[in-house]
């Protein structure tokens, strides 16, 4: 048991840095299933005892290891999965060899002693999964984008009025990263006043050849906003408290690879809440040079102090990730947050049992992919002045 639990470890430790901005294809998935060597991760704390039964449908992205593992350290059990392509499967199963491998989405969907169904299929093809799995009286949670369109969220809402099921969303930029989580804690403490604004900024490495080609169409993919900055817009609600917002505005480009005509590398956006501003910028611009797949950044402002989040690498100083900065009217101070705790996962399941609100609202969850989705739709074309 020890040494399962050590190489469950060591495999989230790696494939959460090696996966991350990564789809799934056939060339991928030997190396990603492998991910489970040499590198020990003490700060994984002791999973807490099954509280409830998890299936998978969809595994078309490197994020469900790490959606798996946080549902596991919170208290899931995980009992089987499904997906349409045989070596993803693979792959999977490799990974968790005591897994059901499910027949179909509907053998899934019809067990009755499952309460969570997690998602990382195609993006377009996750919310008709999540609200299939409400119709079945399951809660759900996706990877992100969890909801491609403004059609699917109208509809998702309706199904989990109805059904009273959660539709969760892994926002993992804000989960599943240690200074982000803490930077919550501390901003809840007032070190830093009342914030009133947070720049969010989301750069990722293309990886062309390994890429499916969905990957490059628009339709499934979402379009840029939609699919990397609904990581910043999440953020922004959470960091400035906002319950309402509004996008001021946003543009979309192709500006380097003209081979690829639905796909779009460049993306950003401005927004007001309730609660504060933002501003969000993603791209497929990060060069090869970099030893991580994007130097993800969150600068947080507020009334007496600001916060910079420095989430997978300290360029020129460090090539590790999970470093925060503080600077009030006390003190300057770096916090390396690699021990911090990722309560999300246990949150999750905890709301699942109790029917609580504590791990993200429900409301919070299709407020930020509704300003994601309407970011992108309303989006003007990325062109220079002439």
């Known amino acids: 048991m020890e040494n399962n639990q050590n ?5 989230l430790k790696n494939s959460l840095a090696s996966t991350a901005g990564l789809v799934l294809s056939s060339s991928l998935v030997n190396e990603i299933a492998a991910k489970s060597s040499t590198i020990e991760a003490p700060y994984i704390h002791k999973n807490l005892a099954p509280a409830i039964r998890f299936s998978v449908i ?5 994020h ?80 992100k984008p969890g909801i491609t369109t403004l059609e699917q969220l109208a509809q998702a809402r309706k199904v989990q009025k109805e059904t009273k099921r959660i539709y969760s969303i892994m926002y993992s930029e804000r989960f599943e990263n240690r200074a982000t989580v803490k930077a919550g804690e501390l901003i809840k403490e007032g070190v ?34 939609t699919d990397i900055a609904s990581h910043q817009f999440d953020q922004f609600l ?9 996008v001021i505005s946003s543009q979309v480009g192709n500006v380097n690879h003209p081979e690829f005509p639905l796909f779009e590398d460049f993306g950003d956006a401005m927004v007001k809440g309730n609660g504060g501003t933002g501003y969000i ?3 497929w611009f990060t060069p090869d040079g970099l030893k991580t797949w994007g130097d993800g950044r969150l600068t947080i402002l507020g009334t ?49 049992v109790n029917r609580t609100e504590t791990a993200m609202t429900q409301d919070h969850c299709f407020l930020a992919t509704e300003l994601s989705l309407k970011a992108q739709k309303f989006a003007k074309k990325l062109e220079l002045v002439k």
């Open 7 to 11: 190489n469950r470890r060591n495999f």
């Open 64 to 143: 469900i290891y790490g959606m798996t593992e946080a549902i596991i350290r919170g208290g899931g059990e995980l009992v089987a999965v499904y997906a349409k392509e045989p070596d993803l499967m693979a792959a999977y199963v490799k990974r968790y060899p005591n897994v059901k491998q499910a027949n179909s989405e509907k053998e899934v969907l019809e067990d009755n002693s499952i309460q969570l169904i997690l998602s990382a299929a195609i993006a377009s093809e996750r919310a008709p999964i999540g609200i299939r799995a409400m119709q079945h009286g399951k809660d759900f949670m996706a990877d």
């Open 238 to 246: 959470f960091f400035t408290g906002s319950t309402k917002g509004e």
């Open 281 to 283: 910028r993603v791209d």
């Open 192 to 225: 830093i006043g009342k914030v009133i604004q947070t720049i969010g900024l989301g750069p990722h490495r293309m990886n062309t050849k390994t890429r499916p080609e969905w990957f490059f169409d628009r339709s499934k993919f979402g379009g840029i906003i």
């Open 304 to 352: 007496e102090g600001f916060i910079e989040i420095r989430k997978n690498i300290d360029i020129a100083i460090k090539d590790t990730g999970n470093n925060l900065y503080l600077v009030n009217n006390k003190e300057t101070k770096y916090i390396d947050c690699s021990k911090d705790p990722l309560p999300f996962g246990g949150q999750l399941v905890s709301d699942i």
């Open 58 to 62: 969809g595994l078309n992205h490197g």
